[in-house]
């Protein structure tokens, strides 16, 4: 039996990270998150971009294009989904994990999923990094670690 495991190393890597300017103050704390594990993983500061959207809905239109110009080894989505006293919440949620499981699977490039659907403003704000843990520090490990895995098929 043969296995195959990516590693969490990011040297000579190149990450573009899309995040949602909606409900910011928690997309910060992810993005701060995210680029401290990627530093720390040996992505260098210089390979990190990151593009700001307005909301979370639009983030897969970035993350499209710029998968097709194929400038990156890897993505980070990033933002806060928080439930208010209408359906608007399912429809987004719903409609941003499509879209960036659509662009990950048709680019053939990793796109880690780090968008917070809560039902409160205080669950987003602990799994941003206020209580503990940060998903965006978490989808940056699973990026890392898919960049190698996909050098490896």
Known sequence: MKEFKGSLSGKDKKVAIVISRFNEAISKNLLTGAVDCLTRHGVADASIDVYWTPGSFEIPVILSNLAKKGKYDGYLALGAVIRGETPHFEYVA???????ASISISSGIPVAFGIITADTVEQAKDRAGVKSGNKGWDSAMSVIEMM???TQI
Do not use: T
């Open 148 to 150: 190698d895995l996909l």
């Open 94 to 100: 719903a409609e941003v994990s499509k879209g960036i």
